[in-house]
């Protein structure tokens, strides 16, 4: 089935270490995004890519790092964590030129201790 | 700078009754307008959108929504909810041209339904 595939689902991660988020998909879509969700507070971006080899910063980068070496791929790093990313993280993707509409991921719920 | 607000958090109707979720955007241009519902651990889907042409949209699973520019709302609507329905649900505002790359979405209400 096509689509966003996000590991790991669950991740607790003690602070100060590094993780890797890890998002893929097959849909072809040029940009993807990563958003993270937190109560109260909704969807936030914290980067984003049009395509593969370009990267940019969302509303709230710091702390996060991303890649994009191919059309496929977009990981987010934390270099080192802390308890203010406990968050869930949402990977999406879009089809440039479209009419808009990004497809999620599952998600991936990070608690950093 | 885009916004969006959804004034209600939390929701609850009975099965059955009709649903209105509220949604208010503040964009510097016509927007495009996004509802998604997101399940109890889950990924969001899009539940419909609106970019031009007629103001009522239709969506998936019985919804609907309506642009009122002079009100700058897009608020969702199902003249009879069912258990199913319980999520959470956004509304989210953007437009992926001229060099923005941001959906801003809403803080999300939670739709509870009772028997």
């Known amino acids: 089935i096509a689509g966003i595939t996000q590991a790991p689902t669950s991740q607790i991660l003690a602070a100060g270490r590094r993780m890797t988020l890890r998002c893929t998909q097959d849909m072809r879509h040029n940009a993807m995004y990563w958003y993270r969700q937190d109560l109260g507070l909704g969807l936030r971006l914290i980067h984003y890519?049009?395509?593969?080899?370009?990267?940019g910063k969302g509303e709230v980068p710091d702390g996060y790092s991303v890649s994009r070496a191919n059309t496929d791929d977009f990981p987010l790093t934390l270099a080192s964590a802390v308890p203010s990313q406990t968050s869930v993280y949402f990977c999406?993707?879009?089809?440039?030129?479209?009419?808009?509409?990004?497809?999620f991921g599952e998600g991936s719920r990070l608690t950093v201790l | 700078a885009q916004s969006v607000t959804q004034p209600d958090i939390h929701i609850t109707v009975s099965e059955g009754a009709s649903l209105e979720l509220r949604c208010n955007y503040s964009y510097g241009a016509t927007p495009y307008l996004f509802w998604y519902v997101q399940s109890p651990g889950q990924g969001l889907q899009l539940l419909l959108k609106?970019?031009?042409?007629?103001?009522l949209v239709q969506g998936i699973k019985g919804f609907e929504a309506e642009f009122k520019r002079s009100q700058s709302s897009f608020n969702l609507r199902k003249p009879s909810v069912h258990w199913s329905d319980a999520a959470e649900y956004f509304c989210a505002v953007g437009r992926f041209a001229d060099g923005n790359e941001k959906l801003t979405f809403g803080t999300g209400t939670r739709l509870t339904i009772i028997p």
């Open positions: 999406a993707s879009r089809r440039r030129g479209g009419t808009g509409e990004l497809f």
């Open positions: 890519s049009n395509t593969a080899g370009t990267t």
């Open positions: 609106y970019f031009s042409g007629d103001t």
